[in-house]
């Protein structure tokens, strides 16, 4: 939430042709299990939540759902359940299973942020600039997170520290984020006429309705692909996320601190390459908009594949350790090709794309904990090698539709004019 308000302040959305903000999904992923899904059961309940707000916020002036009060509100939840992590445990199971649960309202708005504070805020030629940016919050919270509770997990403090600094940091932050946030450029005070023209330079007319036409969004073949793309290249990455650290651990025989570091090495080089990905996309005006996100996407997914395969052959450490950091690396750079595309494709209705995508990515991380039990019971090396065998296969076939769907044209469904044509019953009754 930190990287959304710093990216903030200098851009503002025209009012006409503009979208409302909404709100947003995401998540963690047995005994043991049970409490680390736990977030993602929440995250998949709230994906139906992530629209409602923005289509209120359509019906009046002050809407009491506008995504800065829908993501603080999360965010606070979030922080405090955090906060009570530690006393849930000495208090029972189910206690911690309800904190985990809570502890899955911030992560369940981030994913959708990204597209709806991009389409609402970036100038059409700096699109790419923003998401890389915004996305690297992700990134960023591993970077901090990873070699600090390494650390912690080692010292006197013990793993209880982590979630009382954690949940302490959230609240903080956002308390900052809501006296910064303003869901619309035009009333923030710090956006100036100059930047408002710049922001809606380049932007086609939209459609003025005020619902969203999701069936229209589900039969799209290009947002199909994109959805196929996030099916196959993040649950790959949640695997690398989440299950890590134990891979490092068990698998290359790291110890607790060491894996702390070895998995923040990974988080720091792609947030580095976002840096750079992002404005190069923009700036590289003599290649075509469509080409550069096959490029990318390309490049992210096929380099995960290719990463996963390379784990699953080599026993050398430093190879398994090269091949895992440039997985995490080069799948940052999915970003500006896949995510790029599902903006420019839905543009007002990118929050409902995007929400699909948390919830695709989070009923993965759902079932993931199922799947590693059955192929790696032990953590072998041998068992991770048929596991990222599987992974990667897996990524290929799920991507093999976008290079050939991938498009910069605005969908029909967002065009002035889309529900007025069919307004005689057969696209209001698919809302």
């Avoid at 100038?123 to 509770?149: H, K, R, V, W």
């Avoid at 996030?230 to 068990?250: Q, R, W």
């Avoid at 997914?301 to 350790?321: E, P």
């Avoid at 469904?413 to 069919?422: Q, R």
Wanted: charged share 10%.
């Amino acid at each position: 939430m930190s990287s959304d308000a710093s990216m903030l302040q200098q851009s503002k959305p025209h009012r006409q042709g503009t979208l409302v903000v909404p709100p947003y999904n995401a998540g963690t992923g047995l005994t043991r299990n049970r409490a680390s899904s736990a977030p993602v059961v929440h995250e998949h309940i709230h994906n139906k939540d992530v629209c409602y707000p923005s289509n209120q916020a359509n019906k009046s002036k002050m809407p009491p759902f506008t995504f800065r009060n829908v993501l603080t509100f999360y965010g606070a939840v979030s922080s405090i359940a955090t906060l009570l992590i530690p006393v849930a445990v000495t208090s029972g199971y189910y206690l911690v299973i309800a904190a985990r649960i809570f502890q899955g309202f911030g992560a369940s708005i981030l994913f959708s942020s990204i597209g709806s504070i991009s389409e609402g805020w970036a100038p059409i030629a700096e699109i790419s600039t923003y998401i890389a940016f915004l996305s690297a919050g992700f990134q960023l919270s591993n970077i901090i997170t990873m070699p600090l509770s390494g650390m912690l997990c080692s010292s006197s403090l013990g793993w209880r520290a982590i979630y009382y600094i954690y949940g302490a940091a959230a609240l903080i932050v956002t308390t900052v984020f809501f006296g910064f946030f303003r869901d619309t450029a035009h009333v923030h005070r710090n956006v100036s006429e100059k930047e408002m023209a710049k922001i809606s330079h380049g932007r086609s007319a939209i459609s003025g309705r005020k619902r969203v036409p999701y069936l229209a969004i589900c039969k799209d073949k290009h947002v199909l692909a994109i959805w196929a793309s996030a099916l196959g290249g993040n649950m790959s990455l949640m695997t690398l996320m989440i299950y890590g650290p134990t891979y490092l651990n068990k698998a290359l025989g790291l110890n607790v601190q060491e894996t702390g570091l070895a998995n923040s090495i990974p988080y720091i080089l792609a947030t580095l390459v976002k840096f750079v990905a992002g404005p190069l996309s923009d700036n590289l005006t003599s290649v075509p908009d469509t080409w550069k996100m096959i490029f990318f996407g390309a490049v992210s997914q096929g380099g995960m594949a290719v990463g996963f395969f390379v784990m699953a052959l080599t026993r050398v450490k430093i190879i398994a350790q090269i091949a895992y950091t440039t997985a995490i690396v080069l799948a940052g750079v999915n970003m500006v090709g896949v995510v790029k595309c599902a903006q420019m494709v839905s543009r007002q209705y990118i929050h409902f794309v995007m929400a699909v995508n948390s919830m695709i990515s989070w009923i993965a991380i759902f079932i993931l904990p199922m799947i590693i039990g059955v192929l790696c019971p032990t953590h072998s090396p041998e068992e991770w090698a048929v596991f990222y065998i599987a992974g990667g296969i897996w990524v290929i076939i799920m991507n093999i539709p976008f290079p050939f769907l991938a498009t910069t044209q605005a969908a029909d469904f967002t065009k002035p004019g889309w529900g007025e044509k069919k307004s005689n019953g057969v696209v209001d009754s698919e809302l």
